[in-house]
């Protein structure tokens, strides 16, 4: 892979060098979707309101 790209894509890590990752924690997941269309849901008056997309993935979600 290193000869393939030569090195043309790597970035470097945003990761904590000093955090162990496998450590229970919170985390933030952000997710990008097409055209940046807000097929979760919608922030309102200071709320998410979540569309029944987002209903499915926050119950998907919480699950794992």
Not at 24 to 43: A, K, P, Q, V, W
Request: positive net charge; charged residues 25%.
């Amino acid at each position: 892979m290193k000869a393939k790209f030569q090195n043309k894509y790597r970035i470097e890590s945003a990761r904590l060098k000093k955090w162990d990752y496998g450590s229970n924690g919170g985390y933030f997941i952000t997710i990008c979707t097409s055209g940046r269309e807000h097929l979760f849901g919608e922030m309102q008056d200071g709320g998410l309101y979540l569309s029944d997309i987002g209903l499915l993935a926050q119950k998907y979600w919480k699950e794992i």
